[in-house]
């Protein structure tokens, strides 16, 4: 099965050696988002909720050059570096996402990249 690699400016570009997303036949795996602006490629200042939102904001867009929505979006993964912000983080994915929610994983970590408090990573479907 060809692999399609999906990329827009409307996230940060990869900051090494992967796509931001590639598609296999109907689903889309999508690589990481961290709280890149993608216009200045730094990290967005505020705290997690901010970091949440910017994250959520690229994946979306990811997600919209692939040919679909958040609405396709399977499977999330969620890595914080402080599992005492969980709940602020859980009230940012609501915002994204409407029932029937993605299956999800949360993960601390102890760090991540370019020092950002947060990332999401995701599978889609498309019809």
């Given amino acids: ?4 690699p999906v990329s827009t400016t409307d ?3 990869a900051i090494g050696p992967y796509s931001q997303a590639i598609r296999a036949g109907n689903t889309v795996y999508c690589s990481g988002q961290i709280p890149l602006d993608p216009a200045t490629g730094e990290i967005v200042a505020g705290d997690i909720t901010a ?3 910017r994250a959520f904001d690229n994946l979306k867009a990811v997600a919209v050059a692939a040919g ?3 609405d396709d ?3 999330v993964g969620l890595y914080v ?4 912000e969980f709940a602020q983080v859980n009230a940012v994915m609501a915002e994204y996402f409407a029932a029937p929610y993605p299956a999800r994983s949360t993960i601390e970590v102890p760090a991540l990249p370019k ?3 947060f990332e999401v990573d ?3 479907v498309l019809g």
Avoid: E, K
């Fill in 122 to 124: 995701a599978m889609m």
């Fill in 51 to 53: 970091q949440a939102r």
């Fill in 1 to 4: 099965m060809p692999r399609t």
């Fill in 73 to 75: 979006i399977v499977r």
């Fill in 81 to 84: 570096t402080d599992l005492g």
């Fill in 68 to 70: 679909g929505s958040l």
């Fill in 115 to 117: 020092g950002a408090r």
């Fill in 11 to 13: 996230a940060p570009a």
